[in-house]
Every structure is written in C-alpha cells, then in structure tokens.
C-alpha cells in the first residue's frame, strides 16, 4: 500500500489475511484507539499495573500493524512494568511515547 513505507507492511497484511482493505481498516482502529493519554496518567501517576496493560496493548497492536520497532519498545516497558522496575520505565517511557505519537501522526497523514 501506498504511503505507509515506514511500517512493515508484510507482517501488517498477514496479521489481516493479506486483505489490503482489512489492513486499512485495521490502521484506522489504532489511530482511533490512541492511548497515549492513558500511558502518560499512568506514567505521571507511577501506576505500574496499569501502564504495565496500556504498554502491552501499544505492543500488540502496533506489532499487528507492523510497527515493529514500536512494539520491540513497548513490550520492553510492558515487562519492565511488571518487574516493578520503574527506574527502566523513567528512563525509556519518553522514548517510546514518542514513536507511537510519530507512528499514530504518520499513519493518520497517509489515510
């Protein structure tokens, strides 16, 4: 597809049966399900079990749509999280915060 080089498209469409227009469908739901809100409460409030769920969410889907490096970020968080290492998730929370807003901004240019 057209104007989503920055995602690996392969591993999008076989999470969606190689159906271009699914595919679409699915990148409009992880636009429309932006949680970055929540990470950032979350974060701010020290709540580890909760941002431990939105960072594992974040993992899933961007993995589902092919945003591999994302997911990589996000799932490192999500086991920091659960480890109660909140010393890891200071450290690289503004990093990831920042390519899922670049990925969601990227995404939402090319629809």
């Known amino acids: 597809m057209e104007g989503f080089d920055f995602l690996d498209q392969e591993t999008g469409l076989e999470y969606c049966g ?9 990148l409009e739901g992880y636009v429309e399900e932006d949680r970055r809100s929540d990470l950032a409460a979350y974060y ?9 769920v939105v960072a594992h969410a974040i993992k899933s889907t961007s993995l589902t749509i092919g945003a591999k490096e994302l997911s990589e970020a996000a799932k490192a968080l999500e086991f920091a999280a659960a480890d109660g290492d909140i010393a890891f998730v200071k450290e690289h929370n503004d990093e990831m915060a920042a390519m899922y807003s670049d990925i969601l901004r990227r995404i939402q240019e090319a629809l």
């Open 18 to 26: 190689n159906d271009e227009e699914i595919y679409r469908e699915v």
């Open 44 to 52: 701010e409030a020290e709540d580890l079990p909760n941002y431990r």
